[in-house]
């Protein structure tokens, strides 16, 4: 079973950036696409970003375009999640997985989140 553990996260003001981590051990982290989610009190989670295995391609939420950017490097089994112009709705506990990149599959446990908070 694969093992994530994502970090960075932290309080930031608005309009201020965050570079969130996952590291993957366990499973062949280049097979799998990497999905980023996010879970606000009293929201279900969401996924906001998905990059595929090869890290060509990604997709992204409209709440996010443009201001988020996913990346990976395969060979540290490592994906990251630059967040840039911040706003007080991106508060969230947010989460990587592996993933279907078309779809909803996700092919691992989900870890402890790392704490992303937006002041006004």
């Known amino acids: 079973q694969v093992q994530l553990v994502e970090s960075g996260g932290g309080l930031v003001q608005a309009g201020g950036s965050l570079r969130l981590s996952c590291a993957a051990s366990g499973r062949t982290f280049s097979n799998y696409a990497v999905g980023w989610f996010r879970q606000a009190p009293g929201k279900e989670r969401e996924r906001v970003a998905t990059i595929s295995s090869s890290g060509v391609s990604t997709y992204y939420a409209d709440s996010v375009k443009g201001r988020f950017t996913a990346s990976r490097d395969n060979a540290k089994n490592t994906a990251w999640l630059q967040m840039n112009s911040l706003k007080p709705e991106d508060t969230a506990v947010y989460y990587c997985?592996?993933?279907?990149?078309?779809?909803?599959?996700?092919?691992?446990?989900w870890g402890q989140g790392t704490q992303v908070t937006v002041s006004s």
């Open positions: 997985n592996l993933v279907s990149y078309i779809g909803h599959q996700v092919f691992g446990s």
